[in-house]
């Protein structure tokens, strides 16, 4: 009887309204999502990254206007940038400034003058096995090999092209 009633119910429901409510459903589901028969699972937001073209005015901004905690200056010179991290509480910012003239994000501030989003971060449980697994299904990358990010741990870039126009990082959690 309480089949036959909801099958009522929904049926009076469009199908736009029951897409909104299957995705008000699907943001309880479990934090760790993967592909059914994948080896890899995709986990949180670990932080989205901010090209700047003052990094010690972008730090003040979120330390001393908005009242975040911020890092320290960190230079990564094997990825051409200066980092801060700032917490929020559920994820970070992290704000990138050029270091070096072979920088990725100096050219990202000739064509953007004010700076702006660069990528976002996700993290995956086995970063080669999300490797072997994307690349089957054409998502290219942008290096051969992951390399070793700001966190210390692996991380790997995939082409934006393959990604709806986003630069998405992945890093070992």
Not at 58 to 64: G, H, P, V
């Amino acid at each position: 009887m309480a089949s036959a009633l909801l099958k009522v119910a929904v049926s009076g429901i469009s199908r736009c309204s029951r897409l909104t409510l299957m995705r008000a459903h699907s943001t309880t589901s479990a934090l760790h999502q993967g592909v059914p028969g994948s080896v890899w699972k995709l986990g949180r937001l670990n932080h989205i990254a901010i090209a700047v073209p003052d990094i010690e005015k972008a730090t003040s901004l979120y330390r001393d206007v908005l009242g975040a905690t911020v890092s320290d200056k960190v230079p990564l010179p094997e990825h051409g940038v200066y980092t801060v991290f700032v917490e929020l509480g559920n994820t970070k910012l992290e704000l990138l400034h050029p270091l070096g003239e072979k920088s990725p994000i100096a050219g990202f501030l000739q064509k953007n003058k004010a700076g702006g989003m660069h990528h976002i971060c996700i993290e995956v449980d086995d970063i080669n096995a999300a490797i072997v697994d994307l690349r089957a299904k054409n998502i290219r990358t942008l290096s051969a090999e992951p390399r070793i990010g700001a966190h210390g741990k692996p991380v790997m870039f995939l082409h934006p092209k393959d990604c709806d126009g986003v630069l998405v990082e992945l890093e070992e959690a």
